[in-house]
């Protein structure tokens, strides 16, 4: 655990013998891993995954063939959160009632959160997802406070969202998933980092995805976070890429919708 992660779970408290973490009346259980495997699953000094399986019912045979695997596959797995990949399949176009450009006026923003802001900015352009623009169509940035008091940046797409079609594509529903995994005995979770970053938009479609910062105009060329549509596309595209496996016990959930509807 690194500094930063003690630091947010603060205050802790540690028992060595039962080899536990408690935080805040939550207690996860530790288990050990070798030097090699850590080595393994870490590029140099930067963050890696970190892999344990400490399930009796797991065989040791079993268990070292599922560890080569993930550690053959670490470079799929994100460093930090603008770590992401990208997906070969477009996002369909976006459809909307008017042809008339969405123009917001920029918001004002203090001068002490102009920081957060441009970080913001900078690792969306090092990843790839906005490219400098002239579009017409802009939407704001706004500054959310998130549970750990710090500020977070989301688009502010409801202008756009109030001029778009309607995805009417079905997305899962919890108790339906639920009951498909009852009786099973093992379970294992892929979150994919930043899911909509990692899917392209067509060029038309990203001209409508601008956004406005002071005196910079961006476009996404990527599916941003709080459009009306991004959940439906992106649980779509997913069940696109895993069409065909029906035997396989796979099920897909989304889940952290934005708000900005």
Known sequence: ?????????????????????????VEVQCYSISSTLAATATNQNEQGPIFEFPTPDLTSENKKKLLDVLSEYTDIFS??????????????????????????????????????????????????????????????????????????????????????????????RIDKLLQKVSGSHFFSTIDLSQGFFQLKVD????????????????????LPMGLRNSPAIFSRTMHEIFEGLEDVPLKLYLIAFSNMN
């Open 79 to 172: 460093k930090d959160e603008f770590d992401i990949g990208s997906c070969p399949i477009v996002a369909p176009p976006i459809e909307l009632t008017t042809t008339e450009p969405i123009a917001a006026k920029p918001y004002r923003v203090p001068e002490k959160m102009k920081g957060v802001i441009n970080e913001f900015i900078c690792k969306l352009l090092a990843a790839g997802i906005i490219i400098k623009s002239t579009t017409a169509w802009v939407s704001n940035i706004l500054l959310v406070k998130k549970s750990n008091g710090k500020m977070r940046p989301v688009c502010d797409f409801r202008k756009l969202n109030s001029v778009t079609v309607p995805d009417r594509y079905p997305l899962q």
């Open 1 to 25: 655990m690194g500094t930063d992660t003690l630091i947010e779970w603060s205050p802790i408290l540690m028992d060595l013998e039962k080899r536990t973490l408690k935080s805040h009346n």
């Open 203 to 222: 060029s038309e479609s990203s001209k409508k995805f601008g956004i406005i910062v002071e005196d910079n105009i961006y476009q996404f060329v990527k």
